[in-house]
């Protein structure tokens, strides 16, 4: 019984719990539209994107609540430009990988200039969920209450773009305003996992618990909540192999969450079951 118990007696634990289950909210309520819509790759470049605003706040010498502001305009300001990019007849996929390369590799041009290059980088592309500071807590809580807050007020032209853009154009729904606030949305979530996971491992967070959720449920409504629900597990147990194991914890709460995929991918019957089911049927 201590094994389980033991973790949660030390506050950086019961802060990194915390911080991921606030992550998760955010990942699960964006993350069914990334997976309806296949913004996979764009939540991939908003992730890295943000590093060009959290090293321009780090070299600026502020503190981690600028690194993260700094990250979430880099981050805003990325998914405005892929909108405006894409309106101006680039293809969306194009307009996502030019803006990836360029401020990404910005980012990294920046950090080289600090001292301890190699640590600082490290820290931003992979994070450390057991290191984050309270201030940065309260940050991931804004981040997340904002994105539940506006995919609660918009959620049925959200719906509505998602699944036929040309009729919510007729119906007279703002459909390039609509597009663009949920990229901005994916982006906040992004930066709200940014701090926990790093930059390279944010796309598995918003991704993973969301396919999940969305082979074994139909209504975004219900993938939202189980989603929330699968992303929390993954960083309870996650935070338990980190623990015991003594190996990262970002990286612990991603494989988590994938293995979670892979379990459900194989059981499901939107999965790997039918065609089992009808291999042995043979």
């Known amino acids: 019984m201590e094994c389980f118990t033991d973790p949660w007696q030390h506050e950086f634990m019961q802060r990194a719990l915390l911080a991921g289950a606030l992550v998760a909210l955010a990942s699960s309520v964006v993350g069914a539209f990334v997976v309806i819509k296949g913004l996979a790759f764009l939540t991939d470049a908003v ?5 060009a605003g959290a090293a321009i706040a780090f070299l600026a010498g ?32 194009t307009a ?33 969920i057991l290191t984050v500071p309270t201030e940065d807590i309260i940050v991931m809580g804004a981040l997340s209450a904002v994105v539940v807050v506006i995919m609660l007020m918009f959620y049925r032209e959200m719906l509505f773009v998602a699944y036929d853009p040309t009729m919510a154009a007729a119906a007279g729904v703002p459909v390039a305003l609509v597009q663009t606030g949920l990229m901005v949305l994916v982006a906040l979530a992004a930066v709200a996992a940014f701090r926990l996971v790093g930059v390279v491992l944010v796309m ?39 623990y015991h194991a003594d190996v990262a914890a970002g990286p612990s709460v991603v494989v988590t969450s994938v293995i979670l995929f892979l379990l459900v991918f194989v059981l499901s019957p939107r999965g790997l079951a039918p065609t089992i089911g009808r291999v042995f049927a043979r």
Do not use: C, W
Not at 47 to 51: D, E, G, K, R
Not at 63 to 89: F, P
Not at 107 to 113: A, E, P, V
């Open 204 to 242: 598995a967070m918003l991704v993973a618990p969301a396919a999940t959720a969305a082979l074994i449920l139909r209504r975004i409504p219900l993938i939202m909540l189980a989603g929330a629900f699968f992303g929390v597990l993954s960083v309870v147990v996650g935070l338990y192999v980190s």
């Open 96 to 128: 996502i990988g030019l803006l990836f390369a360029a401020l990404f590799a910005f980012g990294i041009l920046l950090i080289s200039r600090a001292r301890n290059y190699t640590l600082e980088l490290s820290s931003f592309l992979v994070g450390n």
């Open 47 to 51: 992730a890295h994107t943000s590093l």
């Open 62 to 93: 502020g503190g981690s609540v600028a690194i993260s502001l700094g990250a979430a305009v880099a981050a805003g300001l990325t998914a405005v430009g892929v909108s405006v990019l894409t309106r101006a007849r680039l293809r969306e996929d």
